[in-house]
Each structure stands twice: as C-alpha cells, then as structure tokens.
C-alpha cells in the first residue's frame, strides 16, 4: 500500500453495523475513536504505555484534531489507517499525522493531523517532555 508518508505505523479496522450512523455510513465520530486507539498502540509499540505515563506523571494530551473527511466508508469495508510522528519539538507539543484507506481499492479516506501538549497527569498542567518522551518520540519523528 502507498502511503503518504515512509515508515508508517499501521492497524487494520474492520468496519461492523455499529459504526453506522443515519446516512449509512460510518459516523464521523468513529474516525476520531479509531485515531486516538492508533494512537495509543503506536505508543505502546515504541515503550510508552499508560502505565509508563502514570509512572512518569506525564500525558500527552490533545489540544487540536483536524480532520479532513475525503470519502465515506461503510459497513463491512477492510480499512488500513497509518500514523506517523511528524513533529516533536523536545519541549511541550508532540503532532501526529494520520491517512486512512480502503483495502479493496486503496482509496484515502481520511487525512487527519493532532497536536498534543505535554501535561501532568496530577495537576493538568503543562508540563515539559520527560527526556524518555523526548528520546523515544524524537527518534520515531518522519519529515514531510
């Protein structure tokens, strides 16, 4: 599959009936759910699991989705959706890029983009990267 950027990480979504809405399409509100479990798991898969985020006292929360909507996907349809770790600026924020597609015919669905703010899980304040985040983020960094 060609993606838009090199190296990305990847989960397969099988789309089932409760991801439909009225329209008979999958809900916008399940791309958002399935962007935030990419997430995660890319998380986990680089070392940085929830537990090392309590550990660590530091989250990286959400400060902005945008999400640009290219084309429906439906009931039954086989879904691909990539992220990348575009930016980590070594201090506070942290942005991620996604592209979903359609097995059957490639086609991109979804391009989205988050922007993540480093924060207590304490206090939820603002805080900076620990160096763990720094490192490990930073190494998985793509340039677009």
């Given at each position: 599959m060609e993606?838009?950027?090199?190296?990305?990480?990847?989960?397969?979504?099988?789309?089932?009936?409760?991801?439909?809405?009225?329209?008979?399409?999958?809900?916008?509100?399940?791309?958002?759910?399935?962007?935030?479990?990419?997430?995660?798991?890319?998380?986990?898969?680089?070392?940085?699991?929830?537990?090392?985020?309590?550990?660590?006292?530091?989250?990286?929360?959400?400060?902005?989705?945008?999400?640009?909507?290219?084309?429906?996907?439906?009931?039954?349809?086989?879904?691909?959706?990539?992220?990348?770790?575009?930016e980590c600026?070594?201090?506070?924020?942290?942005?991620?890029?996604?592209?979903?597609?359609?097995?059957?015919?490639?086609?991109?669905?979804?391009?989205?983009?988050?922007?993540?703010?480093?924060?207590?899980?304490?206090?939820?304040?603002?805080?900076?990267?620990?160096?763990?985040?720094?490192?490990?983020?930073?190494?998985?960094?793509?340039?677009?």
């Amino acid at each position: 599959m060609e993606w838009a950027l090199p190296d990305p990480f990847v989960i397969n979504i099988h789309v089932n009936e409760a991801s439909i809405d009225a329209y008979l399409h999958v809900n916008n509100s399940e791309y958002l759910r399935w962007v935030e479990q990419i997430s995660w798991a890319h998380s986990e898969a680089l070392g940085l699991s929830i537990e090392r985020y309590r550990e660590l006292d530091r989250a990286m929360a959400i400060h902005r989705h945008e999400l640009d909507y290219l084309a429906p996907a439906f009931a039954g349809d086989a879904l691909a959706l990539a992220t990348w770790i575009v930016e980590c600026d070594g201090r506070f924020t942290l942005t991620r890029r996604f592209q979903l597609k359609r097995l059957e015919d490639g086609k991109t669905l979804l391009n989205a983009r988050t922007r993540f703010a480093c924060i207590a899980l304490s206090s939820g304040r603002p805080k900076r990267l620990p160096g763990e985040y720094q490192a490990i983020y930073g190494a998985a960094q793509v340039a677009e």
